[in-house]
């Protein structure tokens, strides 16, 4: 056949049993589990049976018999595309928000239950002015914030309740313990010290993100504008050190955007900061069970403190945000029609880049260890792209500022005690990583040092 009268591409589609395969074993965990809020009952049965290894397999088999894709997914209702190779990953990450915008339907619908100006949400002309905002305040690219001292004072204190709390727990940490210290210490870097104890304001977004999870829920108006009006009276009183108040100087200065475009950058930051705990908790736990990895985390510490220069540290939490991304599926949507080697992509099509198909497929040889090295002088292990923070125009603008805390809390914490792993749940460094590992039920040992500080 000629090429003038060769029939168009077409974009290759799931077969009916693929289909379900891709529904039942891909898309439905990541909605049980909670989009927004996640939900420890569900996580930890989709823990029980391996849920995203098992979902890095099917889309394997997709890509076996379709070739790298795009695909589409034979489902009525919304056209929804599988991105199976790293580099169209590239691609729709580089053209955000244009021609791939982040702010999807399913995102828009969940996210304004408590920031519908949020930036990562937000559309046309109101994008660029929010991505600044949020760029200038926390200091995106910077990898010791303007704000380091309060910040690290803040960690200093929860690693000292955290090992207090341990050993009041029989010298185990549990996610429970974990996460107390952890939300008083969130409250702190980003509303200030009177913040610390107001858990009235992590509670109600509690509240919002839980009715998030399910999209098309009618509004907590209420709660929302409690939660948003406490967020203001913060901004008002922008505690020096804290990241509202590196936000309010914002507001007074020449960025464009409105008071209320401002407080609404914030429930973004303080939802984000939970992926962060538990990023946190599984870098303990890999830790426990990587006595040589910890050692050189403490060596380090030792000799360089924290920030930019404790490398180790950071690759430590960035491997376990490989292994265990906090968001497992990155989503665009298309506001034009798309070309790619299959075919061409209709306006208004729902993208989905799987991370830990990008992270953990293909076989490579790091995708089930632990391999903290790699994220020195490259990019993580593996081909990837490692995307755990997303890319391109919308890649997550706090990565600086999760990175510069979580990696010294691990430093403080190790410079304090040695860790073991206290089940039930245990990693081992001689056993393939699970694909799923729930933060809630982990338990880490917790022993003194006796050559400690403190
Ligand atoms: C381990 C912790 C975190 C991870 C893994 C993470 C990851 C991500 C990812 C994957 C995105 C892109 C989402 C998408 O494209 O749909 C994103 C966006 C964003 N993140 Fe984070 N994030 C974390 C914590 C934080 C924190 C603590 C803050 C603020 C203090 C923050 C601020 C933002 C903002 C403002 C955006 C929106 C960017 C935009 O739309 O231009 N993130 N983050």
Same mark, same amino acid.
């Given at each position: 056949? #000629?090429?003038?009268?060769?029939?168009?591409?077409?974009?290759?589609?799931?077969?009916?049993?693929?289909?379900?395969?891709?529904?039942?074993?891909?898309?439905?965990? &990541?909605?049980?589990?909670?989009?927004? &809020?996640?939900?420890?009952?569900?996580?930890?049965?989709?823990?029980?049976?391996?849920?995203?290894?098992?979902?890095?397999?099917?889309?394997?088999?997709?890509?076996?018999?379709?070739?790298?894709?795009?695909?589409?997914?034979?489902?009525?209702?919304?056209?929804?595309?599988?991105?199976?190779?790293?580099?169209?990953?590239?691609?729709?990450?580089? +053209?955000?928000? !244009?021609?791939?915008?982040?702010?999807?339907?399913?995102?828009?619908?969940?996210?304004?239950?408590?920031?519908?100006?949020?930036?990562?949400?937000?559309?046309?002309?109101?994008?660029?002015?929010?991505?600044?905002?949020? !760029?200038?305040?926390?200091?995106?690219?910077?990898?010791?914030?303007? $704000?380091? !001292?309060?910040?690290?004072?803040?960690?200093?204190?929860?690693?000292? !309740?955290?090992?207090?709390?341990?050993?009041?727990?029989?010298?185990?940490?549990?996610?429970?313990?974990?996460?107390?210290?952890?939300?008083?210490?969130?409250?702190?870097?980003?509303?200030?010290?009177?913040?610390?104890?107001?858990?009235?304001?992590?509670?109600?977004?509690?509240?919002?993100?839980?009715?998030?999870?399910?999209?098309?829920?009618?509004?907590?108006?209420?709660?929302?504008?409690?939660?948003?009006?406490?967020?203001?009276? $913060?901004?008002?009183?922008?505690?020096?050190?804290?990241?509202?108040?590196?936000?309010?100087?914002?507001?007074?200065?020449?960025?464009?955007?409105?008071?209320?475009?401002?407080?609404?950058?914030?429930?973004?930051?303080?939802?984000?900061?939970?992926?962060?705990?538990?990023?946190?908790?599984?870098?303990?736990?890999?830790?426990?069970? $990587?006595?040589?990895?910890?050692?050189?985390?403490?060596?380090?510490?030792?000799?360089?403190?924290?920030?930019?220069?404790?490398?180790?540290?950071?690759?430590?939490?960035?491997?376990?945000?490989?292994?265990?991304?906090?968001?497992?599926?990155?989503?665009?949507?298309?506001?034009?029609?798309?070309?790619?080697?299959?075919?061409?992509?209709?306006?208004?099509?729902?993208?989905?880049?799987?991370?830990?198909?990008?992270?953990?497929? +293909?076989? $490579?040889?790091?995708?089930?260890?632990?391999?903290?090295?790699?994220? &020195?002088? +490259?990019?993580?292990?593996?081909?990837?792209?490692?995307?755990?923070? #997303?890319?391109?125009?919308?890649?997550?603008?706090?990565?600086?500022?999760?990175?510069?805390?979580?990696?010294?809390?691990?430093?403080?914490?190790?410079?304090?005690?040695?860790?073991?792993?206290?089940?039930?749940?245990?990693?081992?460094?001689?056993?393939?990583?699970?694909?799923?590992? #729930?933060?809630?039920?982990?338990?880490?040992?917790?022993?003194?040092?006796?050559?400690?500080?403190?």
């Amino acid at each position: 056949m #000629s090429s003038s009268t060769a029939r168009p591409r077409r974009l290759p589609r799931t077969s009916t049993a693929e289909t379900a395969r891709v529904v039942t074993g891909v898309l439905v965990p &990541l909605i049980a589990r909670g989009l927004i &809020l996640r939900r420890p009952r569900i996580t930890g049965l989709l823990e029980a049976v391996d849920v995203d290894r098992r979902a890095v397999a099917t889309l394997e088999a997709v890509r076996r018999r379709h070739g790298a894709g795009p695909v589409r997914l034979r489902l009525p209702g919304r056209r929804i595309v599988l991105v199976l190779d790293g580099s169209d990953a590239r691609r729709v990450l580089d +053209g955000t928000p !244009e021609p791939f915008t982040p702010a999807t339907h399913e995102k828009r619908a969940a996210l304004d239950q408590f920031e519908p100006h949020g930036v990562l949400i937000s559309q046309g002309g109101d994008r660029p002015a929010r991505r600044r905002l949020n !760029e200038a305040a926390l200091e995106t690219g910077n990898p010791v914030h303007g $704000h380091a !001292e309060l910040m690290t004072a803040a960690v200093a204190a929860c690693a000292a !309740e955290l090992v207090t709390a341990a050993r009041a727990d029989d010298g185990v940490l549990t996610w429970d313990t974990f996460a107390d210290a952890w939300w008083r210490l969130v409250r702190t870097v980003v509303l200030g010290g009177s913040a610390r104890d107001d858990r009235r304001v992590t509670d109600d977004l509690a509240v919002l993100r839980r009715a998030a999870n399910w999209g098309f829920l009618p509004r907590r108006r209420r709660t929302r504008a409690r939660f948003l009006a406490r967020l203001d009276r $913060h901004l008002d009183s922008a505690e020096p050190g804290s990241l509202s108040a590196a936000l309010a100087a914002q507001v007074q200065g020449e960025i464009g955007t409105s008071r209320a475009d401002a407080v609404e950058q914030v429930p973004q930051w303080l939802f984000a900061f939970d992926a962060a705990g538990m990023a946190t908790m599984r870098a303990l736990a890999l830790l426990a069970a $990587h006595p040589g990895a910890a050692e050189e985390l403490r060596v380090e510490a030792a000799s360089r403190g924290c920030g930019p220069a404790a490398a180790f540290a950071r690759a430590c939490v960035q491997e376990s945000l490989r292994l265990w991304p906090t968001t497992p599926a990155v989503l665009r949507e298309s506001t034009r029609r798309t070309a790619w080697r299959a075919g061409p992509v209709p306006e208004g099509s729902l993208f989905v880049i799987h991370a830990p198909l990008l992270h953990r497929g +293909g076989g $490579h040889q790091d995708a089930d260890r632990f391999a903290p090295h790699a994220w &020195l002088d +490259g990019a993580g292990p593996g081909p990837g792209p490692n995307v755990p923070f #997303s890319a391109g125009p919308a890649r997550c603008a706090g990565e600086d500022v999760v990175l510069l805390l979580t990696s010294a809390l691990l430093a403080r914490l190790l410079d304090q005690v040695d860790l073991t792993p206290a089940g039930p749940r245990t990693l081992a460094a001689d056993r393939p990583l699970p694909g799923t590992l #729930s933060p809630f039920g982990l338990r880490v040992r917790f022993a003194q040092r006796s050559s400690s500080a403190t």
